[in-house]
């Protein structure tokens, strides 16, 4: 973490922490085993170092090179020439770096716990953009609208207290007419530019097939598979269940997705319909036994349908599916709830770690680069807010990092320079102790109210 400017003690402070999980981790021989390796002047370790602590130091990459050029040995072309090389596999990075998190936070976990592997997409937004590399029309469902940007597709794992990002893609559009913007590179199959942008025009399902196949036989493997309703047609479920993996998912209400049930095939409406309610206010409504079957595939997956009240509209149900037929309902139910630890993710990575606004890149390297370096900045919060036993998020880790350590900061300068005004006025002027506390104490009286909060202990103090 040499590159990083330490222009204050909040910004020491910062460098010595990051600097720790650097080392730990070994992230300069991942970078290099994912061939991101020195091509003239500044090692990649360096740069990466740069740009991993860059957004907690609240300064922008203009900002900090153009103020601090004596302190930093690089320019932000270098920056972008780093960013930009095709050459590194940033999805091996990531997933190494991933695997030995996850080693490291299982131990913290009893055997008892059931971890998962959680799977959702969420808009990447590039509204104001014309040229960026596989711009697309997508649909926002959250919000029912249309976007300019990309897909940002996520495999994560979690135990229900800490998640951690495994892989991801940035997904452009399938279809033609949605696309704004083609690829920028001339295709070449022995590349990994190319098979990184053939991926990006590839389906959801096959992506996620894909993803979960390169997890086997890594420390991220887990048991289950969770996900929401937009990835739960029979089809996936088999094949998810064909790679090994037990799925615990949210169905979606369509009368085109049967199941059998009692000898017939079955929508979910139909099944919660003909059968015999759970009285009273039971954690769920209904458990039904079912086959899931599909015309690809030769054999059918036993699984169970859980049905609990949706909690914005106790009239409304939703239904949860198992593979495992060993898992009661109550442990489906539980297990679904950890699906909600990759919206926290989201939230965090594009408000905090400005996923979307650090930079405004073009190639489509230079975002799967940065999403990375995102990523690696997201993974090292979660480590240290499990590790230190918090109670806050990890986005008030985020901010405990940035801002707390920068009060201490000022509060460290204004002692020394209070510290400077007595000594004056005792040495120099010859007044004595008394009337300097008097002083002292009128002007931290006259003091804004917004530093007066930083500095209560010295006002306490006087």
Known sequence: MNSMPEMNENDKSISKICEGFVKRFRINHLLRASNATKEKGVPAYEIFAFLFGLVFTGKSLYALIENYREKISFGKDAVYRFLARASINWESFLMNLSCAVVGTVDRLTCDDRKSVLIIDDSPYYRNRSKKVEFLSRCYDHTVNAYYKGLTLLTLGWSDG?????????????????????????????RTLATRRRRDARNTKPALVLSMLESVKGTAAQAKYVVFDSWFSSPSAIISIRQLGYDVVARLKNNENFRYKFRGENASISRIYATSKKRRGRSKYLLSALVDVRHNDFPDSVPARIVYVREKANNGNWIALISTDLSLSEDEIVAIYGKRWDIEPFHRVIKSCLHLETEFQLRSYDSMTAHATIVMVRYIFLSLENRENIDWRSVNDGFYVLCAELDDISFSYVFGIILAILKSCLHDDLHLPEELVEALVTYFLSCLPCFIKDKISFYTCES
């Open 161 to 189: 207290q800490t998640f951690l990002p495994i892989r991801f893609h940035l997904l452009g559009a399938s279809d033609e007419k949605n696309l704004l913007e083609g690829a920028h590179v001339k295709e070449d199959g």
